[in-house]
């Protein structure tokens, strides 16, 4: 399967854990983006990575949030001391940038639930 | 920041039905794009439109990026059961070559189809 890959698929922790969730692109993708998706609502932007470099970031992302692309490949996105209200699906996409077109190829995403 | 407006929320038709959705919103994008949602899974990009007046279709679907650069709407013409699922619109605004894949979405349309 050459499709965005995404793990784990669910994931349940308590308050005040850190999860980390992992991101595997399209081989052939340099653009790397993740988004969050709250139950009932549109996914919304995170951050993006062009190669390793990560370019943008969301008011979204708090401290707690952290993401990284380090060999320009997969990417980690790691909550720190988890809130409830970090219970979402977090999508993982990924694009290829001579394309420049916007057109998103997303992964199946990682569904936290904070108890 | 900037909203999308995703009408109607729902939509509970029967098998055959043409159906239409449409996005607005409260500033101009430069694309527009229409997503699919299934349950638990990442959303799947149908079309994408990238000039003011554009139409565009995608076998059953046809899709416009209104000429104000404020609106999109989508039809899907002879519904059929697999056509169940969240559709979701989003922009993107494209700033001097960044900000690509930075998508707005709506808040989803889902769509019911009765056999």
């Known amino acids: 399967d050459t499709g965005v890959s995404q793990n784990p698929r669910h994931k349940i922790t308590k308050r005040g854990q850190n999860v980390t969730f992992r991101c595997d692109p399209i081989s052939e993708h340099n653009r790397l983006y993740w988004y969050r998706q709250t139950l009932g609502q549109g996914p919304e932007f995170l951050t993006y990575?062009?190669?390793?470099?990560?370019?943008?970031k969301s008011r979204l992302l708090s401290d707690r949030f952290s993401a990284e692309r380090p060999k320009g490949s997969f990417s980690t996105l790691e909550i720190q001391r988890t809130e409830q209200g970090d219970s979402a699906m977090y999508l993982c996409?990924?694009?290829?940038?001579?394309?420049?077109?916007?057109?998103?190829?997303f992964g199946e995403g990682s569904r936290l639930t904070v108890l | 920041g900037q909203q999308l407006n995703q009408s109607p929320q729902s939509m509970f038709i029967q098998e055959g039905e043409d159906v239409s959705m449409n996005c607005t919103s409260s500033s101009i994008f430069n694309t527009w794009l229409w997503y699919k949602q299934d349950p638990g899974e990442g959303p799947v990009l149908l079309i994408a439109l990238y000039k003011a007046g554009e139409l565009t279709s995608n076998g059953r679907l046809t899709a416009q990026f209104g000429i104000t650069r404020k609106d999109s709407f989508l039809n899907i013409s002879a519904s059929i059961p697999s056509d169940v699922g969240i559709y979701f619109c989003a922009g993107q605004l494209r700033a001097g070559g960044t900000s690509y894949g930075k998508l707005t979405f709506g808040q989803g349309t889902i769509l019911t189809v009765h056999p």
């Open positions: 996409a990924s694009s290829l940038q001579a394309a420049n077109t916007g057109e998103l190829f």
């Open positions: 990575f062009q190669n390793e470099a990560q370019l943008e």
